[in-house]
């Protein structure tokens, strides 16, 4: 199975300032296709979890461009540039090259 | 817009059945992988099972198979898991995700259903 490995586990942000996720795979995501089936989810208080980023890098429908994914192979972030209120919440990587499908431990995202 | 309902959770004591549904609105449901995934009270979130569009092929996780069993009615737009001989730490919310069209993940969630296994 893949091993995904999220730091820090726990981020305070002062309001406005940066936050950075690093996610770590135990082997590559890169995909028989050519595809690298990294997303990043953000799950909310009392929520259920919602895409931010697929595929390393691409934002999905509605999430702001303060966020950003990067990275290649077994080494990726999620970067959000400005934090606001609202970015308080949970968030995990996870991969779809294989099954299983996997999940980072979770990263708190909180308010200093 | 997407939408995906789940019910069925409820308590239920240890070795015992429950049947879980998904029913899905908005778009073609029959075309897409759906996938059920479950998060334990206070904890993270733990990929459960998936099906393909027209039930080819179905993955569990090693900790649910051969107990657990995922189904689908593409006439009734609703995606199924049937639970048996459940354990206390199966207790979690169980939610429903739909896997995009052109590339592996999990792009809409419902907003699931809690499974309480306890005596």
């Known amino acids: 199975d893949i091993v995904m490995t999220q730091t820090p586990l726990s981020s305070p942000v002062t309001l406005g300032q940066p936050a950075s996720i690093s996610c770590r795979s135990s082997?590559?995501?890169?995909?028989?296709?050519?595809?690298?089936?990294l997303s990043w989810l953000q799950q909310r208080p009392g929520q259920p979890p919602r895409l931010l980023i697929y595929?390393?890098?691409n934002r999905f429908s509605g999430v702001p461009d303060r966020f950003s994914g990067s990275g290649a192979g077994t080494d990726f972030t999620l970067k959000i540039s400005r934090v606001e209120a609202e970015d308080v919440g949970i968030y995990y990587c996870?991969?779809?090259?294989?099954?299983?499908?996997?999940f980072g431990q979770g990263t708190k995202v909180e308010i200093k | 817009e997407v939408h995906l309902v789940e019910s069925g959770g409820g308590l239920v004591k240890p070795g015992g059945s429950l049947r879980l549904s998904c029913a899905a609105s908005?778009?073609?449901?029959?075309?897409?992988?759906m996938n059920w995934v479950r998060q334990a009270p206070g904890k993270g979130l733990e990929w459960v099972s998936s099906?393909?569009?027209?039930?080819?092929?179905?993955y569990y996780a090693a900790s649910v198979k051969d107990r657990f069993t995922i189904s689908r009615d593409n006439a009734k737009n609703s995606l199924y898991l049937e639970m048996n001989s459940l354990r206390a730490e199966d207790t979690a919310v169980y939610y429903c995700?739909?896997?995009?069209?052109?590339?592996?993940?999990?792009?809409?969630w419902g907003q699931g259903t809690l499974v309480t296994v306890s005596s």
């Open positions: 595929q390393i890098s």
């Open positions: 996870t991969q779809g090259t294989q099954f299983p499908r996997t």
């Open positions: 099906i393909t569009s027209v039930s080819t092929y179905i």
């Open positions: 995700a739909r896997d995009p069209p052109d590339w592996n993940g999990f792009d809409y």
């Open positions: 082997q590559s995501l890169l995909h028989s296709d050519g595809n690298t089936y």
């Open positions: 908005g778009f073609t449901f029959y075309t897409y992988t």
